[in-house]
Every structure is written in C-alpha cells, then in structure tokens.
RNA sequence: GCCGAUGUAGCUCAGCCGGUAGAGCAACUGAUUCGUAAUCAGUAGGUCAGCGGUUCAAUUCCGCUCAUCGGCUCCA
C-alpha cells in the first residue's frame, strides 16, 4: 500500500498508510477525543470512522454533541432500537427510522400496537444492545443484491424503498450490527457502545410514507444526548412546558373552557378569559384604524350559490357546515371574504378610492376533523382579524409592505419572535401562470424591499393564490402560525369587481387576505404559554387584588376598591377571614401581578403596600400613585 | 378521519383476582382576627363519561358511542 497524506481537522498533515481507517487515523492523533467523535468527513463529506482511506485527503471529525453528531448518534440509535423490537417481537417489520429535530423514531408494521410495558422491555433490551458494544458494519452492494436480501428477511418496506431508489443509483448501502440489518445511507457511530444517554418517549400511530391512504404503522419515538445532563434539561423541557400548557393554564387561572355537552371545538371563555380577548380585540380596532382599514361586519351564514360562485363550496363543502332556512339552503362562513366582496361591490370605485381596506373580528366555522382539535389552538369555532384589501396591482407592493410593518410591530408588543415563509403554487390550484407568476414576485419582492428574511415553501399556497407566512416563536421556541398574507386574483375575477382607471374605464383590480395575530383563540392559546399564564399588566385580566390582613381592615379596603375600579384599574378583593400567607400564595398561583396588602400600617396612613408577583415589596405607596403607575403601564403596553 | 392510550367528587389522583367507592386541595359550618406562598376542627359532596351485554352481582370483564390525550394525515 502507497504512502498517503491526511490534512487533519487542526491543519497538520500526517503520513499513513495507504487503507487505513478513519478510526486509525484519529487513534494516533489524538486518542484522547476519540471517545466523543462519533463520525468524520472526507474532503467534506460525512463517512463512518471504519472508513477506509485510500488517497490524500482532507479530514475533519464530528463531535457528539455538534448538531450533526448528534443527529448522528440518534440515528444509529434508531438502528438499535430497531434490532431490540426485531429481537422481542415476532412478524414484524421495520419501515423507516430516521432522527429528527430533538430525538429519533422508528415505524414497524406490528399489530395492535406497542403497550408501555412493551417500551420498557425494548429500552432494556437497547441497553444490552449498547452494552455488548457491537461494531457498526457498512458494505455496499447492488440494487438488486439489496433486494433479494431483503426480500429474503420478509422485509417488504425495504424492498419498496429499494424499488423506489432511482434506476441509476448504482451501490447502495447496508449497516448492520449486532446481527441486526438495515437499509441506510448512514454515517453511523463507531460502535454500540457510544450509545449511553437515551430514552424512550411514546408510540404512535403513523402512516407508511406518510400518506394517510397508506397502511398505518406503530411509530416508537425516542431521544438521546450526549450527556445525562442534556438529556435532564431536556426531560426539564417538556415538564416546564406541561406546566405551561395553555389548557392546563385556561383551567388553573379561570380562563375559558371547553365542554363535553356543548360540543368538541368550541370554546367557552369564562370571565377573565374574556377580559383578555377584549383587551386583545379592542388593541387591535385601534391599531387597524390608526393603519386606514374600514371596519366592516358579515353576516355567519350566506347562501349557498354565493360559496358556490366564490369557489369555496367546490374546495372546501366538506369543512363547512349548512343549514337551511326557509327551504334556502344556507353555508355558515368559514372565511370572511364573501361579505367584504358584496361590500366592495354596492359602489362603484375610483383608481382614487384604493386601495381599500375592509376590517373584521370575524366568527368563522369550520369542520376540522376530530383528531385535530387541540385546546385553543385548533378549533371549530373562531375568530379572526381578518382583513380584504382590494388594490390595484401597482399598490401590491407597498400594501404588502405595510402589512409586514403591521405584523412587525404586533409581535414586538406581544414579545414574539418569528420567521418568515413564502409558499407558491401547489399542484391543485387555479389562475393563469401569468398571474402566480405577478404574484408570487410582488410578494417575494416586497420582503426584500423590507430586507426580511425568508424561506420558500414550494408548492403551499393556498389554491388561489400564493402566501407570505409569518411563524411565531414562542419562548419554547416552538412555532406558531399566525400572521399570513395571501394574494388572490380569483375573487376579484369570480365576483368581477372592478375600478375606473385614469383612463375612464374598467380595471381589474387585485386582492389581498391577511391576518396579522390569525385566529384570536390560537393567539390567546400561543400567549398563555409564552407568558405561562404571568400576563403583564396592561393584559392581566386582574391587575391587582386587596388582601385584607384581618376583618377590621375591610371598610378602608373596600374604599380603595372602589378608587381603583373608579380609575378603571382590573382589581379584585379577598377579604376572606383567612391568613395573610394563604391569600397571598392563592394571588400568586392566579398569576396576578399586584397583591395589595391592607392591614393597620396603609389603614392609618391611608395608602396600600403593593407586592409584586415576583416577591418584589413594593413598600408603602399612595393610592393615587399606584395607579398611575397602572395606567403608565397599559399606555406602554407592558 | 386513522393508530394507540385514557375517562372515578369542583380540581389532582388512589381503588389488587368482579361483592354498588376513598385521599388531598377546594366548598360549606364553627373556632381563630392573624403582616407577605397553605390556622385548626367538623360537615357535605359520586347514576365511577354514556348506552348495551356477560354475571347471582359490573367502577372493575366484553361491545358500541361520546370526549380527552399522544402521534399521523389535514389546516382554504
């Protein structure tokens, strides 16, 4: 064997041996990080440390706890899991096993399913599996070879994945361990025995390929790190975010409801749950007035031949609900356009009027299916703060420029972070090329006017027109849609609206839907678990609460009371024959932001000792201070 | 809609191999009048999600329905 130069990771060049591996190499230099690389790459491209290396090249090495490496190491721990259920269970197939964002999964075609108990036994049979230390073993054969293997060992998935591989694809590649045998592209880790943080989650259903035509498979998911720490913090994750579960939150803080007998996917909004959206919708009004949208409202049910004309019942009958009245058959709306169309249309325009922007709080209704439903967050019943602008296509541009303004501006109040998505045409879909085309590019070209970026999201737009989505961050960093631009040139065609141009006559004119929060119900849903539950002021539905430290304090008390709700401060009372301590632990669990502590001190020197929610004592303030600092706080929004 | 799990007091949950149910918190009553995250005692509270079946007997076993949860698919 030939001589061979390595350009290793630090910029040194070692002399080797021609064949020797990848593992060898980083043996004799530097033994001691060995232990946390789980793969490398060749002149840049990932290959497994058994990787033989036959000629002069450039080496570099994955750590376990780089993101590649550890989607690395969740991979092959997919493998294992996979040789631990082949192990248990009999007649059973394996699909697909690959790792994702925070973990890994497997699907089996196994039938009724994988029980708690049966996920225990496989995780104890994985760490046998990591134990034993098994080598990860890569061999490259045909196509064809690959097939008769497969079929061979019952595996149908894999001879349909093979099939499926590109006529000229060449060799393709088997890992095997432990006696266990799959398809994969790999790399994998060096051996078994790098397995040593991880843990199974749960099992679900999933379709083969994702297609819900397809058979269901049993999905098993799992994660793994690194360290026990990281795998610790992560477990810490998902308690944290159970605490903050917006359904676990509407109930614990007297929010809203959703109720068996009235029906799945409705929501019932108690008291304070209403005193948020309020606080929410009446914000919104404002800022759309202050933004030139007219405000405007429909009715919840409209012919059925006017959803016929708009397109809307040929696409979309099966999500909508009906009703008949009077032997008319009725479509309730699941989308606020149709009203704004007729409004447009009881005038004629001037190019002069536009663009104009109609506004509305609008209650839609749509037939999700069962298994979607979601808390607030995917609902049957809800509202959003939609909004039509009908424009000319010059104005497309600077249009879609103020609404990224807009959305900008909300999430900031709000705290959010987002991103932006830009999604074209899907395969089912109407309209001429020309016009996607026209405004695909007004879109694209108004978010680079604006230097926002974004990512294109091929072929989902909506089947109108394409779609700027906006996906919010919330502190979880888990995403959200909210805000969405649509573009659409089928209404305005459908309902023939039109403009009088310069030119004294007739011109199409174009459309936007938007949404800048989307439905107020996801919103409220998405803020809950932002903030946990701890609304700032200016959104707590209470914003203080009196606690009396015994009964004689209650006259004074109630004094200040009416002075707050007077000032049109959101205050409570509890003037409860209980302890300080219990009144203040109960406040606290409400999440409320002032507990005002009345005892004989703020009785004689007539003022109020305001604790914050953190703990923070505010010592002994005037009334009439206390709520200016209030009121400072709703006009900043904070 | 599909796969799987779950449904017991207002809330959170216990209840073994079938013999009609229990705890803590909350509520109510009484005592206590108390200074920054739980005062003590007592009382009451349940068609064990609904319907049907098996059984001498069903919260428990079986079936169906409804709802919820975790996913998959979907989200105009």
Request: net charge negative.
């Amino acid at each position: 064997m030939k001589e061979i130069k390595i350009t290793l990771p630090d910029g040194s060049k070692a002399s080797h041996q021609g064949g020797i591996t990848v593992h060898e190499v980083i043996a004799s230099w530097r033994p001691d990080i060995l232990f946390s690389i789980v793969a490398a790459k060749v002149n840049h491209v990932p290959v497994d440390l058994s990787h033989p290396l036959g000629e002069d090249v450039s080496l570099d090495v994955i750590d376990i706890e780089s993101r590649e490496g550890l989607g690395i190491l969740r991979h092959s721990m997919s493998h294992v899991m996979a040789q631990a259920v082949k192990e248990i269970f009999k007649d059973i197939q394996v699909a697909i096993g690959p790792s994702t964002e925070d973990g890994f999964y497997y699907d089996f075609e196994h039938n009724g399913g994988f029980t708690l108990e049966d996920i225990e036994k496989i995780e104890s049979r994985m760490r046998e599996i990591a134990a034993a230390d098994y080598p990860f073993q890569r061999k490259d054969v045909s196509r064809d070879e690959a097939v008769s293997l497969f079929k061979e060992r019952g595996e149908s998935y894999k001879v349909e994945l093979l099939n499926d591989l590109p006529e000229d694809v060449g060799t393709v590649s088997l890992y095997s361990q432990g006696g266990y045998l799959d398809l994969c592209r790999g790399p994998h880790i060096y051996r078994t025995g790098m397995i040593k943080t991880f843990k199974l989650l749960n099992a679900a259903g999933a379709y083969w390929r994702g297609n819900e035509k397809n058979k269901m498979l049993q999905r098993i998911y799992g994660t793994g790190f690194a360290t026990e720490e990281a795998l610790a913090e992560y477990l810490q994750l998902i308690e944290e975010s159970k605490k903050r579960d917006h359904r676990r939150l509407g109930k614990e803080l007297d929010l809203f409801q959703m109720n068996e007998e009235a029906g799945p996917g409705l929501v019932i909004f108690h008291h304070k749950g209403t005193v948020l959206r309020e606080i929410i919708e009446e914000w919104e009004k404002k800022e759309h007035l202050k933004r030139g949208y007219k405000m405007v409202m429909g009715p919840q049910i409209l012919k059925v031949d006017l959803w016929k004309k708009s397109g809307h019942f040929d696409h979309y009958r099966d999500n909508m609900y009906f009703t008949e009245v009077e032997g008319q058959s009725y479509g309730v709306k699941p989308m606020n356009c149709l009203a704004h169309m007729l409004i447009y249309k009881a005038n004629i325009h001037s190019y002069r009027d536009l663009p104009v922007r109609y506004f509305e709080l609008g209650t839609v209704m749509r037939h999700e299916k069962t298994g979607v439903l979601h808390g607030l967050m995917r609902v049957r019943q809800f509202t959003q703060d939609d909004a039509h602008i009908i424009c000319t296509p010059e104005q497309l541009n600077a249009e879609i420029r103020a609404i990224a303004d807009f959305v900008a501006y909300a999430m900031d109040v709000f705290g959010f972070d987002y991103e932006v998505e830009l999604s074209t045409r899907p395969k089912k879909s109407i309209g001429s090329d020309e016009s996607w085309e026209m405004a695909t590019t007004a879109l694209g070209e108004a978010l680079k006017d604006k230097d926002i970026a974004y990512e294109i999201n091929e072929g989902d737009g909506a089947f109108y027109g394409p779609k700027i989505d906006f996906k919010l961050k919330d502190i979880l960093k888990r995403k959200w849609q909210c805000a969405t631009i649509q573009c659409d040139f089928t209404l305005p065609e459908r309902f023939d609206l039109s403009y009088i141009g310069v030119d004294g006559q007739k011109h199409r004119p174009v459309m936007l839907h938007r949404v800048i929060l989307g439905a107020i119900e996801r919103f409220m849903g998405v803020l809950i678990e932002h903030y946990g539950g701890a609304f700032p002021v200016w959104l707590s539905p209470v914003q203080g609460i009196l606690l009396t430290v015994t009964d004689r304090h209650i006259p004074y008390a109630e004094a200040v009371y009416s002075q707050l709700i007077d000032a049109g401060v959101r205050a409570e009372t509890d003037f409860r024959n209980e302890k300080l301590g219990y009144k203040i632990r109960e406040a606290q669990m409400m999440k409320i932001p002032y507990m005002l502590v009345i005892g004989d001190r703020e009785v004689e020197s007539g003022q109020i000792s305001p604790r914050e929610r953190n703990g923070k004592n505010l010592g002994i303030v005037g009334v009439g201070d206390f709520i200016d600092l209030i009121r400072e706080k709703c006009t900043q929004l904070k």
